[in-house]
């Protein structure tokens, strides 16, 4: 797929790397009439390609995603917090999107998202509250540096 895209083959959507869908031909350049009789009704669009990684096609398969989310998730505990802020933004797709219309590709990696979120945000405020504290109180709350 890398190859096509940057080799730029014709017909290829750059930006997803995709194949575009194809459009239908317009009847002698004029556009049929508004009446629903008269028109066929066309099948609907298929659904868009599900990705849980920010980068797209480009990323990792849906069958990889689970076990580096859990990975990083677990990673996190020891002592590296960041890297839970690292798998909310890799797999940014899943945590935007909500529970109840998330595709079912997504299940078994939303929780461990969703934990990483927490997780971070937690770590964010005890780490800005221990910052503040030195900061605001200084010296006069701990006492001089001897």
Known sequence: MEARVAAGAPGVDEESGLLPRPRPPAAGGRRPPSSSAAAPRRAPPPPPA???????????????AEGHARRFFLWGFACLPFLWAINCCYFWPVLRSPKASSPAAFAPIRPYVVKSAIGFTIFAAVLLTWATTFIIGGERLFGPVE
Do not use: C, K, R, S
């Open 50 to 64: 599900i990705w849980a990684t920010v980068d797209g096609p480009l990323g990792m398969p849906l069958e990889d």
